[in-house]
């Protein structure tokens, strides 16, 4: 990914006069821990002229994930505001337009509105796995694999709880879908996220009919017809609505940006981590980590079975893709990366954050292959691949064992794609088979590390790109800037062969013979020890409140 070149360069007055004249697209993704924008040049999507971004973090209210609607907006503000700050320090103008706008967030959960478009409870987020019931019944009735995080799964749990809200439910959309409505006035999704509401038939590229109506079967004077409720379901490339002016103002309190910006479908992070990774043709996958972690494989032909550890969705063109989902990624590692931080400035060297994962990243490096006898469970949420319905973090070892920090945070590292493994190897089992696994997320910036541990897990090569860290907010961009080549019959895989990724540079590890015997015998003890965090659950009950 180029960026903004030296001023007297002929590139910076280029790029002044893209951000000038309004010839970008920004994208803005709402991720588990922060809010992300992405301004990119319209005519070289490679190039970012500015980013900006917002902390924020799930709250744990009343046993259920959610965040506030009120945090939605003021996080897009804050981020867009710091994204225009940054164009204008960097090309001496400030953004006053954009070409075209992408919204991305987080897939699945449930968001459900009454006709006055007022949301008729929290916002139940993917994190959720409340919805076993409705879940197993589902997955029965359609015949394929209906995950616990699923909006369709969220939905008929509230009809089966008589949840008081069901009979004023008009609408039900995701998180992408509410904030792209919000500004536009159109009720849309991108395929890719709407595929995690409820399945897409591959040849329409829209719900499944079929099992559309063995719902509504099964929901007959509880709901009216479910596709009444459902967004319009839009695929790559094709126009999703403009900025209004009161969309305008949402994005910029100040009036600082004018309305007309046309917006591409909005779009998942799984999606989006698809694009940010050149990873949306039949063979290929990539692995996004952040708070949860997942991989996306796009897949040649149908699956021999349904699977539980499996989902079936699509990419932002409509192609079906195998999704490893797991609810919990990195947010443990970095909760113990904050805690020797603490450690440091206590000690009185203070290190920021990326100098802390830095130290133990390369710590991990001199761990042994096996992580030396010690097993860390990152799950603070439950985790339906392990057959957890809450989670409980861990770090188990034997007594007379050597206790080192590059064990123990290889071992950390490890229970990051401990159960995506697991999943994986469904897909082996399947004989699906890959060309090429990219890699990308903040924890892949340390380089050869997390990606060296992942090829062993998943013993298969590992590439990283230089977008790694840049990830769903720069996707959803490319995705906006795509607009125009759609509408000349260029299809996003050649769009992003040709026209993105063409100068980029990928790092690409393969297996080491060691790590990959080393991480089979993880994970072998990772599985037995599945047993200990289920008795965790049961004898350590959860506090309510906010976490």
Sequence with gaps: MST?????????????????????????????????????????????????????????????????????????????????ADAEDRHGVRPAAFGSIGISAMMHGYLAFDEQGDLLVPFRTWRNTSTGRASAELSELFGVNIPLRWSVAHLRQAVLDAEPHVPRIAHVTTLAGYVHRSLTGRSVLGV????????????????????????????????????????????????????????????????????????????????????????????????SAGTSIFAMVVLEGPLASAHEELDLVTTPAGDPVAMVHCNNGASELAAWSGLFARFAALAGSPLDADAVYEALFREALDGRPDAGGIVAYNHLAG???????????????????????????????????????LGMRVLDREGVRLDRMLAHGGMFRTAGVAQRFL???????????????????????????YLAAASDGQTLADYLRLRVFGGFAFDTVTPHPDDVAGFAAYLERYHAGLAVERAAVEALPLEGGSR
């Design 192 to 287: 890719g996220d709407a595929s995690g509401m409820f399945p897409i038939d591959p040849a329409t590229r829209d719900y499944d009919e079929a099992l559309l109506k063995r719902f509504d079967e099964r929901t007959a004077g509880a709901l009216p017809p479910l596709r009444s409720l459902l967004p319009e379901v839009l695929v790559a490339g094709q126009a999703a609505g403009s900025l209004t002016a009161e969309g305008a103002l949402l994005l910029d309190p100040t009036g600082g940006i004018a309305p007309g910006a046309v917006f591409c479908p909005p779009e998942g992070d799984a999606g989006t981590g698809m694009v940010a990774t050149d990873s949306v043709a039949p063979r290929t996958g990539n692995v």
């Design 383 to 421: 985790e339906p691949i392990a057959g957890l319905p809450e989670g409980r973090p861990l770090v188990v070892r034997s007594p007379g064992g050597r206790f080192t920090l590059g064990d123990f945070v290889r071992a950390q590292l490890y229970g990051v794609f401990g159960t995506l493994a």
């Design 4 to 84: 903004t070149p030296p001023s007297g360069d002929p590139a910076a007055s280029r790029h002044r006069d893209a951000v000038a004249e309004g010839r970008t697209a920004l994208g803005v993704e709402f991720g588990s821990t922060r809010i992300k924008a992405c301004l990119v040049d319209a005519d070289d999507p490679a190039t970012v002229l500015a980013v900006g971004a917002h902390e924020w973090e799930n709250e744990f209210v009343d046993r259920r994930w959610t965040y506030a609607l009120d945090d939605v907006w003021s996080g897009l503000q804050s981020a867009v505001a710091e994204l225009i």
């Design 455 to 481: 090829a062993g897990a998943l013993d298969a090569p590992v590439s990283v790109a230089e977008t790694a860290s840049e990830g769903g907010a720069w996707g959803i961009a490319v995705l906006a800037s």
